[in-house]
């Protein structure tokens, strides 16, 4: 896997539904690279400190090879990497086989794969269309979460060095679909709930869907 894009958003402010919300999900490549802190990349805009950022969400990273999937589907946006939110794009990320506590080398820095993306209304907004959140959901391509255990600076041209593949764990594919699909089955819910690297944020939300 190599580093393809770099990105950084600052607050922007935008219109829904008759209310002014700020966001941070506009982000655009920058030439500089990126650093890796404890909770969020450096120079980063994090507006909802609930839901994003934090050591479990640091950093988010999404796939390069999907984004030409996206443009068939919705070929009328001014398409630029870091469209998904994601900090850092990444050529040959595949979520089927990125195992849930795995860490990589990056540039300077090490993290730690902690969940799949979930996304919100805003993703729909900097889309320009709410139906893409249901599109997204029912494919694999949900990018990933990492933390950062050792904090540095990363660039395009980077690669991903793998450290530790966790193997033994669910794969980032697996938390995606049992956040969301019907077909649940018991031994690999407990799986993920009995995942000690999955974040605790997304094992709440599996076990709302026992409820």
Not at 139 to 161: H, I
Not at 165 to 193: C, E, G, R, V
Request: net charge negative; glycine share 8%.
């Amino acid at each position: 896997m190599k580093v393809v894009a770099t990105n950084i958003g600052k607050v922007t402010e935008i219109d829904y539904k008759g209310k002014n919300v700020k966001t941070g999900i506009y982000k655009y490549p920058v030439q500089q690279g990126v650093f890796l802190e404890a909770t969020d990349v450096k120079g980063d805009t994090v507006v909802d400190r609930v839901d994003h950022g934090g050591v479990d969400k640091a950093c988010y990273l999404y796939n390069a090879d999907v984004y030409g999937y996206w443009k068939e589907l919705h070929p009328n946006l001014e398409w630029d990497y870091g469209m998904f939110g994601e900090n850092i794009t990444v050529e040959g990320l595949d979520e089927t086989i990125i195992h849930i506590g795995a860490q990589y080398k990056i540039g300077g820095a090490i993290v730690e794969v902690s969940q799949p993306r979930e996304p919100c209304f805003k993703f729909g907004i900097r889309m320009e269309t709410q139906h893409i959140i249901k599109q997204f959901i029912n494919t694999t391509y949900s990018g990933v979460y990492v933390r950062v255990l050792q904090s540095g600076l990363v660039k395009a041209g980077d690669s991903l060095e793998l450290i530790d593949a966790q193997t033994q764990a669910p794969t980032i594919a697996d938390a995606f679909y049992y956040l969301y699909q019907s077909d649940l089955k018991p031994a690999m819910m407990d799986k993920l709930l009995n995942c000690d690297t999955l974040a605790e944020s997304c094992k709440k939300r599996l076990r709302t869907r026992l409820d």
